[in-house]
């Protein structure tokens, strides 16, 4: 299997996106800020799944990756209720993204909990 069809993959993908799409509207004294933050930090769980899968065959480095991807999603989070508290994003917006963040984390630490289903071999 590719990484590519990995449902946490594909979901952190979209999110990273739609999160890209939102962040065009965010004041320019944010460039460097919120919006550069919350684009590296969601942008970055769906590379840390690509590169978990790929070391799946060292069960310590996947869940690590997979343990940095799970990370990343949170701090994803923090900067989404920076956005509202700031009110860059609507309530209803915040809301779906917000949910999408949720999802993506039960299922990164599904791999987590269930590295064997991802192709992950038992250490000996």
């Given at each position: 299997m590719d990484f590519k069809k990995l449902i946490a993959y594909k979901k952190s993908f979209d999110l990273g996106m739609a999160i890209y799409d939102f962040s065009k509207s965010f004041p320019k004294?944010?460039?460097y800020a919120l919006t550069d933050q919350i684009r590296r930090s969601s942008r970055s769980v769906s590379a840390n799944i690509a590169e978990s899968y790929r070391k799946r065959r060292y069960p310590r480095h996947f869940i690590s990756k997979l343990t940095d991807a799970d990370g990343e999603n949170?701090?994803?989070?923090?900067?989404?209720?920076y956005a509202l508290a700031c009110e860059y994003l609507k309530r209803e917006d915040f809301e779906k993204l917000e949910k999408e963040v949720i999802e993506i984390g039960k299922l990164i630490n599904y791999m987590i909990n269930n590295p064997d289903k991802f192709g992950v071999k038992p250490e000996e």
């Open positions: 004294e944010e460039t949170s701090e994803t989070s923090v900067w989404l209720d």
